[in-house]
């Protein structure tokens, strides 16, 4: 079974959703800024996308560049980050029991679904 992290305002988010519907793959769609992901439930994300935390975080997002670009944080603190700021995970995210990826370009999702 496979699960969307997704974004309904994201554009890219929304154009994974729409790949997977389109080649009829079944999914769960995961309103991850709705329903936060805990830090456990990230630390497995991380193990499953072969990622750091910080690999996964939008550096480009004004909550990061202005409360934690430039501290030095160590990978726990960015799990924990990530759990109390949803919106600085990286999306899309289509993930598997054994495997995950971000979605960006969309196209690399083909990987897992193939």
């Known amino acids: ?20 519907e389109e080649k009829n793959v079944s999914f769960t769609e995961v309103l991850y800024l709705k329903n936060p ?13 072969n990622l750091s935390a910080m690999e996964v975080i939008r550096k480009k997002e004004s909550l990061w560049k202005e409360n934690f670009a430039d501290k030095n944080l160590s990978q726990e603190e960015l799990i924990e980050i990530l759990a109390q700021n949803p919106s600085l995970l990286e999306r899309p995210i289509l993930e598997t029991d054994a495997k995950a990826l971000v979605g960006r370009p969309t196209e690399v999702l083909l990987e897992l679904i193939s």
Do not use: D, F, G, V
């Open 1 to 20: 079974m496979y699960k969307l992290y997704h974004n309904p305002k994201c554009s890219t988010s929304r154009k994974a959703k729409h790949l997977l």
């Open 37 to 49: 992901l805990s830090s456990s439930e990230i630390k497995e994300l991380l193990l499953k996308l």
